[in-house]
């Protein structure tokens, strides 16, 4: 509420700056979670190790037994 004393609530100009600021840091910390990967990678990866083919031997335990579909089935019937 507005008591009519000057200097009571915050100025203004001042919420502005504060939004402002908040505003570019949220920019500059989410292009730093983009730009500091790709920065790494090219810095640390060659093209022949990109090149190489990756392969398993086998498939990974949670697909051979179908774990996945066992919880969306679980899930499925808690949530019906």
Same mark, same amino acid.
């Given at each position: ?8 609530? +915050? ?8 939004? =402002?600021? /908040? ?6 910390? /989410?292009? /730093? =979670?983009?730009?500091? +990967?790709g920065?790494?990678?090219a ?6 190790a ?10 990974v335990?949670?697909?051979r037994?179908?774990?996945?579909l066992?919880l ?9």
């Open positions: 509420m507005h008591s009519g004393v000057r200097g009571s609530e +915050p100025d203004t100009c001042h919420r502005c700056r504060v939004g =402002a600021a /908040a505003v570019t840091v949220g920019f500059v910390v /989410a292009a /730093a =979670a983009i730009v500091a +990967p920065w790494i990678d810095r640390n990866l060659t093209v022949s990109g090149r190489r083919r990756v392969e398993r031997d086998r498939s335990r949670w697909m037994y179908g774990l996945d066992w969306f089935a679980a899930g499925a019937l808690l949530f019906w």
